[in-house]
């Protein structure tokens, strides 16, 4: 059978992502800049972030994580959706990877036994990152 339940929540706003290392680092360059979107429509949320760096290269870092979700992932790892859509002048440690959302952040993973962390380190000056995340909350 089936089930009706009432919309108990919408909302829609902004989010400050940030491109972090394992260790918590990000860039401190001033032409670094980082834009989150977010949809929460009952318990499904919507993110899209896009980062990007004007003329100055980003610190040479191996990023690996986008951090600063606007609400806690309170399910398995495995109910997000997530994807990237454009990652420009970064050098990828592996091109196999899948992301994740654990309760407050987007992570990136090789494929295949172990699953370490992929991270992305700055190539240019003009680095450019942006994707997308759907992920329940309670």
Sequence with gaps: GMSATTLDHYEEGTWTPVLATSTGATTTSANWSAVGKYTRIGNVVNVWFYFSSSSTA???????????????????????????????????????????????????????SGNADVTFTRVNAQQRLSGSATYLVA
Excluded: C, K, Q, W
Aim: proline fraction near 2%; charge should be negative.
């Design 58 to 112: 980003i610190d040479d870092l191996a990023y690996n994580r986008v951090t600063g979700l606007p609400f806690t992932n309170t399910m398995a790892e495995l109910t997000s959706n997530t994807a990237l859509s454009r990652i420009h002048d970064f050098t990828m440690s592996d091109t196999a990877y899948y992301m994740s959302v654990s309760t407050t952040e987007i992570n990136f993973h090789e494929l295949g």
